[in-house]
């Protein structure tokens, strides 16, 4: 198994930009989770997917950031625009959701620096 | 609502033992996990305690007691290896797939 996948591994851009993150699940795990860790806030849920649909998006910053889950295999976590505040690294993980599903796994995570 | 509180650090010696303490305030319990992370890596599962007790895997042991709203990680053998950060983790109340993170301790280990 490949385990939880990211692209890109690092992300440079400037101010105002369109960023696109991407993630592929482990296959036949329901739930989908993005994180954001900085030093400052930790590690911050900010949306997740069961099933490929967003149940709780209450840690999503602002309207500048979206999420997607098009189908069972892949997501997309999209900033426009992007700020230098969103500079960090973002984690997505997933797991096999429902009351049996007690262990996350993380992808290697996505460093965006907002230059 | 859901909190977790943990050491911010905690420093130890080689092939010693340490304890990182984790005291949690839940809606719902479902559980305590432990998550280790090195640095720029990503975290990874260690521990799942469901009920009171110690559970052990190897070198290291996660205890919980419910009643305490408490747990704790024990590494015994400590390696430099260990040398990371380490999360404790509650699933939501209100959501059986979302987990809490509490806010990491960072542990060092001197020779």
């Known amino acids: 198994d490949a385990g939880v996948i990211q692209s890109p591994r690092h992300e440079v851009t400037e101010m105002g930009q369109e960023v696109t993150l991407r993630c592929k699940p482990i296959?036949?795990?329901?739930?989908l989770f993005w994180y954001r860790q900085t030093m400052m806030r930790g590690l911050e849920l900010l949306i997740y997917f069961n099933n490929n649909v967003p149940i709780d998006d209450s840690g999503m910053p602002e309207d500048r950031f979206s999420a997607k889950m098009p189908n069972a295999s892949f997501s997309t976590l999209k900033i426009q625009p992007s700020e230098p505040r969103d500079s960090a690294v973002y984690f997505c993980?997933?797991?096999?959701?429902?009351?049996?599903?007690?262990?996350?796994?993380f992808g290697p995570g996505t460093r965006l620096t907002v230059l | 609502g859901q909190s977790l509180e943990q050491p911010s650090e905690v420093t130890a010696v080689e092939g010693a033992i340490v304890q990182i303490n984790c005291t949690y305030q839940t809606s719902g319990f479902y559980g305590l996990s432990w998550y280790q992370q090195h640095d720029g890596g990503a975290p990874t599962f260690l521990s799942y305690?469901?009920?009171?007790g110690l559970e052990e895997t190897g070198r290291f042991s996660s205890f919980l007691s419910r009643s305490d709203s408490y747990g704790y990680l024990l590494l015994q053998e400590l390696q430099m290896k260990d040398s990371a950060s380490y999360f404790c983790a509650v699933r939501d109340g209100s959501s059986a797939s979302k987990i809490i993170f509490g806010s990491g301790t960072r542990l060092s280990i001197r020779p």
């Open positions: 993980a997933s797991s096999i959701g429902g009351r049996g599903g007690n262990e996350q796994f």
């Open positions: 305690n469901a009920l009171d």
């Open positions: 296959s036949g795990h329901n739930s």
